[in-house]
């Protein structure tokens, strides 16, 4: 036996899609200003800003093609429909960090020895435009970083942006007062420093999700005694909690109750007050609960926490 709210499968990245539609565009538009600047300044640091916020459009891009598919209705194939697409979307973007990382880490230790030229005014210029766009990125991210996993995602990558930007404003200052042009490649460095813990960060939470941890902030054993502190109920067991994608927490348990409870017919009664009690201290609208009588857990082939 099963009972659950009904759950709008309206996901946590859907809810703020112009958000990121509005971050595509100015990304975009700023990358365009950021490699023809880095190209004729000869700055690393602004190439590499520029492939940083590149690799943001394209999460972007890809969380916004994911949130259309996660909204798509279920099916019996997929009786989640392609919510799990955001999570995918999130991996990819990670994924995609961490490699521009690396590869700018490895390109500014080769320019050390022998650093190039670089036109520090046009440089500081174009970082500048840069910096400003990434703040009202992040003021319009901001509100919804907490929600999803796609949208924290994006918004990490303008924050390293932001970062990266000041760090390029910062080398341009100091090249063009003090003409040392390997705060070019100290500027890189400090980029891909930056970027690779918030990489990190952000695939190790997109794991979680993929193999189904509990979510964070909620405490399996709180919810265990709120679930035996509902009348009728003895006991609960095969208590499990996971996530579907951002915004999509799901629960399910079996309810041991009393034999007065099957034989006055309250069944029905203990599951409205499970789901009422879940969905109001829990935020955890989607469950499922099969109740079971006294005893009955000795015909189960093994049981979980």
Known sequence: MGAGHEHAHGTATGRHRRRLVLVLAMTLSVVGVQ????????????????????????????????????????????????????????????????????WVIVEAIGRWNDPPEVGSGLMLLVALVGAG?????????????????????????????????IAVIIAAVIIATTGYARADVIASVGIGLFILPRAWGLLRDVLDVLLEATPKGLDLDVVREHIRQTPGVVDVHDLHAWTITSGVPVLSAHVVVDQDCIDGGRTGLVLDQLGACLGEHFETEHCTFQVEPVGHGGHELRQHA
């Open 35 to 102: 490699v023809v600047g880095g190209l004729v300044s000869g700055s690393l640091a602004l190439l590499a800003d520029a492939g940083h916020m590149l690799t943001d459009a394209t999460g972007v891009a890809i969380a916004l093609i994911a949130s259309v598919l996660a909204a798509r209705p279920a099916t019996s194939a997929r009786t989640f429909g392609l919510q799990r697409a955001e999570v995918l979307a999130a991996l990819a973007n990670a994924v995609l960090l961490a490699a521009l990382a690396v």
């Open 133 to 165: 766009a990434n703040v009202v990125s992040l003021l319009a991210l901001r509100g919804a970083r907490d929600e999803s996993l796609n949208v924290r995602g994006a918004y990490l990558e303008v924050l390293g942006d932001l970062v990266g930007s």
